[in-house]
């Protein structure tokens, strides 16, 4: 299938825009460095992740609204220094997205969580 990339915006504080970003089936989160989530909302929670890599850390949450492909909705994502941008699956789930694993394409589906 390859590698599939989307283009995504993020809002909160200010907005984040990527015109190609990577979704990653294999990952929950969405994940943006952490200079970059700064420009959405901030809660005061974090989390420690085990990368693919098998490193430990320690990434801040935030809270941003989503838009891929005219969804938008809003979303969890984690934020550490030197992060490499991914969406996960939770932020498909929650704007009803999926991979097609034969077109490597995103396509709509039904609505998991929450869709605004």
Not at 10 to 19: A, C, I, L, N
Not at 71 to 88: L, S
């Amino acid at each position: 299938m390859g590698h599939v990339f989307v283009k995504a915006k993020f809002r909160g504080k200010g907005e984040v825009v990527y015109d190609e970003i990577l979704v990653d089936t294999g990952a929950t989160f969405t994940v943006l460095p952490l200079e970059v989530a700064d420009k959405l909302i901030e809660t005061p929670f974090t989390v420690e992740l085990k990368l693919g890599n098998g490193e430990k850390v320690v990434a801040k949450v935030y809270v941003a609204e989503a838009e891929i492909e005219g969804r938008r909705g809003p979303v969890r994502i984690v934020a550490f220094k030197g992060a490499i941008p991914v969406i996960g699956v939770d932020t498909l789930e929650t704007l009803g997205l999926r991979v097609n694993p034969v077109t490597g394409k995103l396509e709509k589906t039904e609505y998991y969580m929450l869709y605004v």
